[in-house]
């Protein structure tokens, strides 16, 4: 796309802490960072203005106001496609789902679930998404969310997100026992190509859910055992629900291809090592 990139940065435009962006191929012709308050329409329209797309990342509150405004924002400066990156979590999370049963783009988590359960950030994501379906509905703006699991693979800062963490924790055997759920998971290059197609794809429309592969934390933790059987792992597993599955059938049918689960685990421990994370 010939268009810059936009990163809005809720609060600040710091160099040191946004340095790892700058540093990115083509960074000094198509990047520019704008400080902008999701709640504040004003500091929105400032950024968004001359866009053809927008990608919208984003708890409660800022992540369901925020998304009014930035799609407010979008519609008011004819913004042609909003990609709203929502998460698994607000498809995943219905504890009357079939167990049996693969959970696809049609499936919501149960609000009042996620309310019970003090799961505060899966329910900001699906307020969140839910707004956005609203606000497209209203407006006939073109908003296609993209729905990501548990994102691994090489990190481009040197600080842990809380993605990599679950990973980190694994490897360091940081507690002793943990729970065997079923882990579903994408690389983060491949999400950022799902988020692409959803943009780039004139037939994109509605949702999609970018997961690429689902495997218990016990077999997660022995394939890790295998590459590397110098760390510590956790000794024992608790079993716990699995959960359904999740597909990413219909974003697979927009050309999108992902990695091999190995690939990713092994640029995830290269990145973690060269960080100092594990040592």
Same mark, same amino acid.
């Given at each position: 796309m010939s268009a810059p990139a936009v990163e809005i940065e809720l609060n600040s435009v710091d160099e040191k802490k946004n340095a790892h962006l700058y540093e990115l191929d083509g960074a000094s012709e198509n990047l520019r960072l704008f400080k902008a308050d999701l709640l504040d329409q004003d500091s929105l329209r400032s950024a968004i203005q001359g866009c053809a797309g927008v990608f919208h990342k984003e708890l409660i509150e800022p992540a369901v106001k925020g998304t009014f405004n930035v799609l407010q924002a979008c519609l008011e400066e004819n913004v042609k496609r909003v990609i709203v990156v929502s998460s698994g979590a607000a498809v995943s999370m219905n504890p009357n789902w079939p167990k049996d049963q693969a959970m696809d783009e049609t499936c919501w988590s149960d609000a009042d679930?996620?309310?019970?359960?003090?799961?505060?950030?899966?329910?900001?994501?699906?307020?969140?998404?839910?707004?956005?379906?609203?606000f497209g509905k209203r407006t006939g703006l073109d908003?296609?969310?993209?729905?990501?699991?548990?994102?691994?693979?090489?990190?481009?800062?040197?600080?842990?997100?809380?993605?990599?963490?679950?990973?980190?924790? /694994?490897?360091?055997?940081?507690?002793?026992?943990?729970?065997? #759920?079923?882990?579903?998971? %994408? $690389?983060?290059?491949?999400?950022?190509?799902?988020?692409?197609?959803a943009y780039e794809k004139p037939a994109a429309e509605g949702r999609y859910i970018s997961a690429s592969h689902m495997i218990k934390s016990g077999?997660?933790?022995?394939? /890790?055992?295998?590459?590397?059987?110098?760390?510590?792992?956790? #000794?024992?597993?608790?079993? %716990? $629900?699995?959960?359904?599955?999740?597909?990413?059938?219909k974003m697979q049918k927009l050309g999108w291809k992902f990695r091999t689960l190995e690939e990713t685990l092994i640029d995830s421990v290269a990145c973690y090592r060269d960080a100092g994370l594990l040592d």
């Open positions: 679930f996620q309310k019970s359960q003090k799961s505060w950030y899966p329910l900001s994501k699906t307020l969140a998404e839910r707004e956005a379906v609203e908003v296609v969310r993209v729905c990501p699991v548990l994102v691994l693979g090489p990190m481009l800062q040197r600080t842990v997100n809380a993605s990599s963490l679950f990973l980190i924790r /694994l490897l360091k055997g940081g507690n002793e026992s943990t729970d065997d #759920r079923l882990m579903k998971i %994408v $690389d983060v290059r491949d999400a950022a190509k799902s988020l692409l197609l077999d997660l933790m022995a394939k /890790l055992r295998t590459l590397y059987p110098q760390y510590s792992y956790p #000794r024992s597993f608790n079993k %716990v $629900d699995e959960g359904p599955n999740l597909t990413s059938e």
